[in-house]
Each structure stands twice: as structure tokens, then as C-alpha cells.
């Protein structure tokens, strides 16, 4: 619980465990009720001033405000695109800055979520892994950023699960969410409570640059879904556009992914992330490899076919239409589903890390 401390001495909640909650509400001495009532005026209700904690007394309120703080991240900039898409640059306590955003779609709406300041994989095509690794995001401020979403939307009490905005989260911002395992994890189980935001785990998707110790965890130890990383068909080619390939090959990737599915239950299908990039990666002959592979490690997959977000300095073209669609084609074909993603908030700098850079250009 130390982490959470910030400069004052009082205890920061969001973020804490049910159980962390429940020591804390403990240590002033309150009964164990009061700790779902707490939960649920912060996950439930989404209330960041105590006195507004209606069914506890007057004194209790006041007990709270003097031992703990509930904080959201600041929000230094924000912008919706004309598609609807909605992007937040958030500031925490020390001054680091991340970037959430909201991709509304007819029947649902999903909050993209970052894990890190920065990361560490280093992908030769990811404006993020260019920035390298600052520190990772606690479990209270990765929780804070759906938080700040559902602020935003006035999505508060939490709804009924047809009626909601933002239904879905996936951990696709910035960061690699298996080089911050713990915090990742605990922020999720707190998203997904029951008495609290309460979105089910099956609306969450964890994607992975494939950090091979970790994969099956995602299935046994949070229930959630799992998206990969792939970006390429064979490991001369992966290694080139994602040097972590050498330490985690295709096919340790693979085996990992057999064991995710064993432990997985209803969440089994594995999305494949597949950034198209013009006359690199995008051949039929790749396809065919992708196919191969997924029958070899039989894998339940799905691709979703990403097309590339250039950004100044990085030298790689997009796929052109007519590629992507035949590469597309050709997956279908075997069957596997492959769809190609629509590229959203184009006019925002959507692409993960954009808006963070020009804020810092402009600083
Ligand atoms: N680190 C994790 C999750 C965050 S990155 C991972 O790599 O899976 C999430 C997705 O953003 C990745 O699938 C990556 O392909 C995509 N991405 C990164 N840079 C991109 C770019 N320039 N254009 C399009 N998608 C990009
Ligand atoms: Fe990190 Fe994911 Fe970007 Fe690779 S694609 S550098 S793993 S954030």
C-alpha cells in the first residue's frame, strides 16, 4: 500500500483492492459494512467529494476526508474528433502524462486504457516505443482513466450493461501491460467489480506484445480476453520490426498461447493484431505462413488488420487498399476472420502518443 501514498500522509483510494480497503477502513477504526458502502460511492457512484457519501454520518465523513484523498488525474488537454472519438492527455501527481481514449461505435463504446510512461519493447512502428520507458502506472491511476471517461459521459450511477457508453476497455494505450503485470492486473479486478464500474470481464481485451511468461496469466488469473501483438508471419521479419522478438519468438508466443487457451473457458478466441505495412509484411505469401502457424499451435484466432499510423521519423508505409483487402481475403479464406480496422480519430492524432508529443513540442 505504500505505493499509493502520495506526498501528504493521507491514503489515496482509487486504486486500492477491496481487501487493501478494507485494512485501511479497519485501521480507523469502522466496521466492515463501511467498506462496501466506500467502494460504492467510489466505483458506483463515482463520487470524488466525501461529504457527498450521503447514507454515512456527518462525522464519518468528516473521519474520511482527514485520512484519505480521492484523486483523478488532471486533464491537460482534450479532443473529439469528428468521428466522435475522444482523447484525454492526463497529468498524475508527478507530472508524467498519458493518453486515454473513448472510441464510440453503434452498439458499444470502448475506453482505451495505457499501462506505462512510455515503453520498453521498443516496436520500430510505435510513436510510444520510441519514447522509451519512464516509470510504470499504479493500479490507481490506470483505474483512473476509465474513471475520467465516464466523467466525462456522465456515466454515473453505473448503468444497467444494455444502456452504457462505455461498455468495453482495452489495454491497447500506452505501455506494455505484461511489463506491468501487477498494477495491470489489480487495476482490471477493480474495474471489473461487481459493487463497482463493473464491467465484465469479458468486455476487456489485455493486448500484449507477446511477454511469453506472463500470456497464460491472463486467463487464470484475470478471465479476461487476450489480443496479440503478431505484426508479422515469420521470425526474421518480427525480429526486424519488433526486436523483442529475439528474446520471444513466434513460437514460444504460441505455446503460451495453447496454455492461455486451456485456462480460458469462454474467453478463449485470441485476437492476432496485424499492422499492415506496404510490401513488408502484407504478401499472400504471409498470409499463407499466418495460417500455417495457427494450425500448427491450433489456435482459435481471430486478426484484426491494423492499418499503420505513420508519424514523422518513422520511415514505413502503409498497406495500400488493394493489398490489405486481398491479404484479408486470403486469411478469410482458410477461415479466419480479418477484419480491417477503421482508422479513427484521424483528425485528433489518435494514434497512441501523438497528442502527448505535440503538447511537449509546444512546451
Ligand atoms: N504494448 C501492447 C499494447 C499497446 S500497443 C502491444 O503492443 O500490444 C497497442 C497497439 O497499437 C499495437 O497492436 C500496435 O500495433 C498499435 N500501434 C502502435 N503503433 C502504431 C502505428 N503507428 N499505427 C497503428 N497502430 C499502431
Ligand atoms: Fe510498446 Fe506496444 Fe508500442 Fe510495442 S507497440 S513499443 S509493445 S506500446
Known sequence: ???????????????????????????I??????????????????????????????????????KFTITRPKIVAEQISA??????????ADGQRIETVYIPEEDRGTVCISTQVGCAVGCTFCHTGSQKITRNLTA???????????????????PTDEVRHLSNIVVMGMGEPLHNKENTFKALKILSD??????????????????????????????????????????ELRTRIMPINKKYPIEDILTA?????????????????????NGLNDSLENAHELVDLMKKYKIDAKFNLIPFNPWPGCDYQPSSKNRAMAFSKELG???????????????????CGQLKSKKEQEK
Open 140 to 158: 490507481g491511476e490506470i483505474v483512473s482513466q476509465f474513471l475520467v471517461a465516464r466523467d466525462a459521459y456522465n456515466e454515473w450511477p453505473t
Open 257 to 277: 498461447c495453447q496454455e492461455f487457451q486451456r485456462r480460458a473457458g469462454s474467453c478463449k478466441y485470441i485476437t492476432f493484431e496485424y499492422l499492415l505495412l
Open 29 to 66: 477504526g469502522e466496521k466492515p459494512f463501511r467498506v462496501k458502502q466506500v467502494w460504492q460511492w467510489l466505483y458506483h457512484h463515482g463520487v470524488t467529494d466525501f461529504e457527498k457519501m450521503s447514507n454515512l454520518s456527518k462525522d464519518l465523513r468528516a473521519k474520511l476526508a482527514e
Open 194 to 235: 461487481g459493487d463497482g464500474v463493473a464491467i465484465s470481464r469479458r468486455k476487456i481485451t489485455l493486448s500484449t506484445s507477446g511477454i511469453v511468461p506472463h500470456i497464460a496469466e491472463v486467463a487464470s488469473e484475470l478471465g479476461c480476453r487476450l489480443a496479440v501483438s503478431l505484426h508479422a508471419s515469420n521470425n
Open 1 to 27: 500500500m505504500q505505493k499509493e501514498i502520495i506526498m501528504t500522509d493521507k491514503i489515496e483510494l482509487i486504486g486500492l483492492s477491496k481487501e487493501e480497503l478494507a485494512e485501511a477502513i479497519a485501521e
Open 333 to 351: 479464406k482458410f477461415g479466419y476472420a480479418a477484419p480491417i480496422r477503421v482508422a479513427r480519430g484521424q483528425d485528433i492524432l489518435a494514434a
Open 83 to 92: 468521428d466522435k472519438t475522444h482523447k484525454w492527455l492526463l497529468e498524475f
